[in-house]
């Protein structure tokens, strides 16, 4: 029979999407920091006319806008259901890493453009200042690092946030040599290239938030999860004979949720089941949002059941033939 109109079984777990334990001291001390130093590296770059020096600043604006949209978009997405918004507004944070993950890419075309222009037509860079600014550069990323890395990062904008400015501390790294080299050999190409290596870093990190943002978006599996292993292997749980219009996806980053449609054995318990396949997908996959419709296969196949699936979407996950037995042969009744 069917359980609970149409056996939709609901665990609940509400550790999702953007934690409420993120520490938005962390990720504010880690901000400050950066647009402290952002502010005099501009300064600073424009004397010395080093585009890495820029083009490093410009890669700092963009971690500290992701960190400021992963503030605003925690305190949006703690926002509980309301109206039409039945999930709540948890997916503000996948909107903002699209837009961070696009800056990241957009700026990235730009230095590239100027950095090869600028290895054609290399100006007089002032090599010492840019060595110094860089190894101060260094330290701020190194405390910014260290500060987001004690917050909560099962957010995508707080780990997001993270790679940015762990990305930014190779970029420093790589001005830092940059600077040397101007002020020592006098070779001001040093600088162009510094800037290539920053913008090779930032569209980096730029496609991969557009990457895992896109799949949460087009409501792909979450990374990890394979459908087709996760399906088959939901069906050769006992008394499972068939499972079918299996979709599983993510509402926002660390918030899975599941549905399918089980058919079971005639003689297995559909409450049972529904119990059984919710603790899998929990304690397997972390999966603690399901919504499962359990019936009997004879019900199912009944003309005119309301259970009945005509045109299952995508594959269908088939047990054995033979009924599902325990250990000691027993009837599959749980």
Known sequence: MS???????????????????????YLGGALTLILLYMTGEVVIGLLARSLAL???????????????????????????????YTYGLRRAEILSAQLNGLTLILLSVFFVYEGVRRLIDPPDVEGQLVFWTSLAGIAVNIAATWLISRANRSSLNVEGAFQHILNDLYAFISTAVAGLVVWTLGFARADAIASLVVA???????????????????????????????????????????????????????????????????????????RDLQALLRDSYGITHTTLEVDHVDEAAAP?????CQDAHGPRHVAGAQPHRHAGGAPCDH
Request: with cysteine; aromatic share 2%.
């Open 54 to 84: 820029i083009s490093d600043a410009a890669h700092m604006m963009t971690d500290a806008f992701a960190i400021a949209l992963a503030l605003v978009a925690m305190r949006i997405a703690a926002r509980p259901p309301k109206g039409g």
């Open 304 to 308: 005119g059941a309301h259970g009945l």
């Open 3 to 25: 359980e609970s109109g149409h056996g939709h079984g609901h665990g609940h777990g509400h550790g999702h999407g953007v934690s409420p334990d993120a520490d938005r001291r």
């Open 200 to 274: 090779a870093l930032m569209l980096k990190a730029g496609y991969g938030l557009l990457r895992d943002a896109g799949r949460v978006l087009m409501e792909a599996a979450p990374a990890g999860i394979d459908p087709s292993e996760l399906g088959g292997r939901l069906a050769r749980r006992p008394c499972v004979e068939e499972v079918h219009d299996l979709h599983v996806w993510e509402v926002s980053s660390g918030y899975p949720a599941l549905s399918a449609h089980v058919l079971v054995d005639t003689m297995g318990d559909c409450h049972a089941v529904r």
